[in-house]
Nanobody, 119 residues
């Protein structure tokens, strides 16, 4: 069955960095666009970043643009999100997603990993 398993979340101080990973299985990873979304308490889920199936195109939400980098390793069926200069407002549950077409709806979702930015 399809699985997206996120890891790398945790508590980090403001200004710090984290790298999230998402290991995929159960579908042909290299044919799917991948994304990272986040949801903070009381807020709607928002796009953090997305990447095309081959990795040649990326897209970022305005709130993280310039501070985050999405990448993928199709040989390892894994997508990454490097986040730098973290702010308290980055605190959220971060979800990995997969979809058949870049910048269109995701069809698979992970369970999420908590990121907390606090001193």
């Amino acid at each position: 069955q399809v699985q997206l398993v996120e890891s790398g979340g945790g508590l980090v101080q403001p200004g710090g960095s984290l790298r999230l990973s998402c290991a995929a299985s159960g579908f042909t990873f290299s044919r799917y666009a991948m994304g990272w979304y986040r949801q903070a308490p009381g807020k709607e889920r928002e796009l953090v970043a997305s990447i095309s199936s081959a990795g040649g195109s990326t897209n970022y939400g305005d709130s993280v643009k310039g501070r985050s980098t999405i990448s993928r390793d199709n040989a390892k069926n894994t997508v990454y999100l490097q986040m730098n200069s973290l702010k308290p407002e980055d605190t959220a549950v971060y979800y990995c997603s997969a979809g058949p077409r870049y910048r269109e709806a995701s069809v698979y979702w992970g369970q999420g990993t908590q990121v907390t930015v606090s001193s």
